[in-house]
């Protein structure tokens, strides 16, 4: 990837997110829930399985975070953002089609994570250098 300080404040961009709702979901997933709208019952294996996801969630905002600041990571830092943030937004699309709107809190975390995920494909592409990091 090119150094740039541009690139740079876009791996930090795409991480704060990552790291804020990661870590949110991963310490109160209940509170986490109730501010998108929904409503998530406190059985253990349900909160496990939320507290894991945020746990992939905000490590890949570490490894995001890593990125900026280690210009060896940049690539795999990009790449992971770009694969986190699409596979979410993604996800809840295809959630639209089969299950039905699923309410305007989480129509809007979709539509930021689509936007993020294009962030780091731009951010890919532009900064690129076109050489294989193998």
Request: charged letters at 15%.
């Amino acid at each position: 990837m090119k150094e740039s300080r541009t690139f740079k404040v876009i791996l930090i961009v795409l991480a704060l997110p990552l790291l804020f709702f990661g870590g949110w979901r991963l310490v109160d997933p209940i509170g986490f829930y109730t501010f998108t709208g929904l409503e998530l019952p406190s059985t253990a294996g349900l909160l496990s399985e939320v507290r894991g996801t945020g746990g992939i969630i905000m490590f890949s905002g570490l490894v995001v975070a890593l990125g900026a600041s280690r210009h060896s990571w940049s690539r795999t830092a990009v790449v992971l953002a770009a694969v986190v943030f699409l596979a979410l937004g993604l996800a809840r699309l295809l959630g639209i089609a089969l299950d039905g709107s699923p309410g305007k809190e989480v129509i809007q975390a979709m539509a930021t994570e689509l936007a993020l995920g294009s962030l780091a494909l731009f951010a890919f592409f532009k900064y690129g250098d076109g050489k294989s990091s193998a």
